[in-house]
């Protein structure tokens, strides 16, 4: 799943992860399959496969042609293909579904289901094997294409006929599993004016019970007041004495919510009082992070918007009602606008913005230690592993660092082409996507 484990902390405790690797010559790329032409959602790795969203540039099945959304499936040991789901794109066009993104979230997979959005927001229940097994898998038996390479559907549920989603752009969301409950964002947002919110009473997060795809409850405190689109995944967490579903939402606020019953328990604007959208005020796009009671994330807007001002927080998640100023641990201003999501670890908070910066600051306190500039523009998210931090970036270049209060940076890896989305390890192995192609870098033999 995106981050790893529910409270989206980008970090993983696995070792031995190589920190050296050239796509040219091939050294330690165990393997290397193509996608599409463009790749955002991280990679998951779970049930012996590797699944991926893209678009379909990649061609691999010729019934299905043009501009869709994808999901692949590959084989965990060697990258072959095994099957993939193709969805249309929506009918309204690029105001709810924008040309060749694809698909853009991270599934999460459950034994052998595989929960995601696509880019049609529906979220779907899908088998792992696909239909490789021979078996259609139900209740949803209406599948239109049954061959080996295509997908099993379990259940769905149309975000836009169940509960009146308007998306803008694209549905991203990246779901999350607590107990019997299945958690995603909506997306819904604006129109293509920018002007209008056409589905005001639209939820900004839906929770469905996973085995039925039943919606069990949804959360709408954002109504009319949405800024754009609203693009950030929830994360579960304890938080003192409640598990808590912590959603940054359309109008610039991160809100603490009950997971169990979807009960608000506070609310933190992430803007200055006295800031403007969207030149000085902010969406959220980027995932809460909750570590050890506080919830870290920082704020941004649309890469289309290109660069200006950002703010991050530390934020106690233990506070209840309007936590403006009482919740606010730190504040950290000197970051730009940013869409990723950070890594805590050791006492140290590693976040980057779409600037082009990677940012080392203080947990508890928010003191920079050290900052570097990458060059390019960043989508992606700092990964730590191993007693490293990784970082990818529009030039298709990963900066690999040294985990720690001073900078050192380890090595410099060109992956051919831009690298939108976050590093993820697996059994030993580290996974990374630039936009067409999908590798397994390891120096294990």
């Given at each position: 799943m995106w981050g790893g484990t529910p409270d989206r902390n980008m970090v993983s405790d696995a070792k031995g992860i190589v920190s050296t690797w050239d796509v040219n010559t091939k050294k330690n790329i165990k393997w290397v399959a193509e996608?599409?032409?463009q790749n955002y959602g991280n990679p998951t790795v779970a049930d012996g496969k590797v699944f991926v969203g893209t678009n379909n540039e990649g061609n691999r099945d010729p019934r299905?042609?043009?501009?869709?959304?994808?999901?692949?499936?590959?084989?965990?040991?060697?990258?072959?293909?095994?099957?993939?789901q193709i969805n249309d794109k929506l009918s309204q066009g690029r105001a709810n579904d924008w040309p060749y993104q694809?698909?853009?979230?991270?599934?999460?997979?459950?034994?052998?289901k595989?929960?995601?959005?696509?880019?049609?927001?529906?979220?779907?229940?899908?088998?792992?094997?696909g239909f490789r097994d021979g078996v259609n898998n139900g209740p949803y038996k209406d599948e239109k294409f049954t061959s080996e390479t295509d997908a099993d559907i379990i259940w769905q549920f149309d975000m836009i006929e169940e509960v009146g989603n308007y998306p803008h752009n694209l549905s991203n969301s990246s779901p999350l599993i607590w107990n019997n409950l299945l958690i995603?964002?909506?997306?819904?947002?604006?129109?293509?004016?920018?002007?209008?919110?056409?589905?005001?009473?639209?939820?900004?997060?839906?929770?469905?019970?996973?085995?039925?795809?039943?919606?069990?409850?949804?959360?709408?405190?954002?109504?009319?007041?949405?800024?754009?689109?609203?693009?950030?995944?929830?994360?579960?967490?304890?938080?003192?004495?409640?598990?808590?579903?912590?959603?940054?939402?359309?109008?610039?606020?991160?809100r603490g919510y009950d997971v169990?019953?979807?009960?608000?328990?506070?609310?933190?604007?992430?803007?200055?009082?006295d800031s403007t959208w969207n030149k000085?005020?902010?969406?959220?796009?980027?995932?809460?992070?909750?570590?050890?009671?506080?919830?870290?994330?920082?704020?941004?807007?649309?890469?289309?918007?290109?660069?200006?001002?950002?703010?991050?927080?530390?934020?106690?998640?233990?506070?209840?009602g309007d936590i403006t100023e009482t919740g606010r641990i730190w504040h950290y201003d000197k970051i730009r606008r940013s869409i990723s999501t950070a890594a805590v670890h050791n006492g140290l908070v590693y976040e980057a913005d779409f600037s082009g910066f990677l940012h080392c600051l203080d947990a508890k306190t928010g003191k920079p230690y050290w900052t570097y500039d990458m060059l390019s523009a960043v989508w992606a998210s700092p990964f730590v592993v191993d007693g490293k931090v990784y970082l990818g970036d529009e030039d298709g270049d990963v900066r690999i660092f040294?985990?720690?209060?001073?900078?050192?940076?380890?090595?410099?890896?060109?992956?051919?082409?831009?690298?939108y989305s976050s590093a993820v390890v697996a059994h030993g192995v580290l996974f990374l996507t630039n936009r067409n192609q999908l590798f397994a870098i390891t120096d294990k033999k």
């Open positions: 996608v599409g032409s299905q042609k043009g501009d869709k959304g994808v999901l692949m499936a590959f084989n965990e040991a060697d990258g072959k293909f095994l099957w993939e694809g698909v853009a979230s991270s599934p999460i997979v459950e034994g052998k595989l929960y995601y959005v696509t880019n049609r927001s529906v979220v779907m229940c899908l088998d792992t094997e995603v964002s909506t997306g819904n947002g604006q129109d293509e004016t920018h002007n209008h919110i056409p589905s005001p009473r639209a939820p900004s997060v839906i929770a469905l019970d996973k085995n039925t795809g039943k919606l069990v409850y949804e959360i709408n405190d954002v109504g009319e007041r949405i800024l754009h689109g609203q693009w950030s995944t929830p994360a579960v967490g304890k938080i003192g004495d409640t598990v808590q579903l912590v959603s940054g939402q359309g109008d610039g606020w991160v169990a019953t979807g009960k608000k328990l506070w609310s933190f604007d992430m803007n200055p009082k000085t005020r902010n969406e959220v796009i980027a995932t809460p992070v909750i570590v050890d009671n506080v919830v870290y994330l920082a704020n941004g807007q649309d890469p289309e918007h290109g660069e200006g001002v950002g703010h991050m927080y530390a934020i106690d998640g233990t506070k209840r040294a985990e720690g209060k001073e900078m050192k940076k380890l090595a410099e890896i060109n992956m051919g082409s831009s690298v």
